[in-house]
């Protein structure tokens, strides 16, 4: 999970250094949601009403880990996938100038 945390945040920073905006996609705002929720049970140390909840956390953290892994194939499909010329403008930091555009994994790659 921490590997592609540091995967996505490095292509995310060299997206925008080209000004284009890599979007959170459904599976990556999902693996944030499991993990908090994982988060809970692991931590409660008792049994809650006599029912050992660190095995529910520990399902949750690996549906959390399946979705971080889907999501950074995503980012790196769609990276990868973006035309070579958004990222060589032809005259140096001509896209200081322009707004950011939002690329969604959605999408198909036109700024939306």
């Known amino acids: 999970i921490v590997c592609r945390e540091l995967v996505v945040t490095g292509l995310r920073a060299m997206a925008i ?3 284009i905006v890599l979007a959170a996609d ?3 705002k999902a693996k944030t949601v499991l993990q908090i929720v994982a ?3 692991l931590i409660l140390h008792y049994p809650l009403f006599g029912v ?3 095995p529910l956390g520990e399902v949750l953290l ?3 880990l399946l979705l971080a892994l889907i999501s950074g194939i995503n980012y790196c499909y769609y990276f990868t996938g973006m035309p070579a010329t ?3 403008p032809e005259r140096p930091h001509e896209h200081l100038a322009n707004p950011p555009q939002k690329l969604h994994p959605d ?3 036109a700024g939306a």
């Open 39 to 41: 988060i809970v049970p």
């Open 17 to 19: 250094d080209e000004g």
């Open 52 to 54: 050992e909840l660190w």
């Open 107 to 109: 999408h198909s790659g």
């Open 86 to 88: 958004r990222f060589k």
């Open 62 to 64: 690996y549906v959390a």
């Open 26 to 28: 459904k599976f990556g």
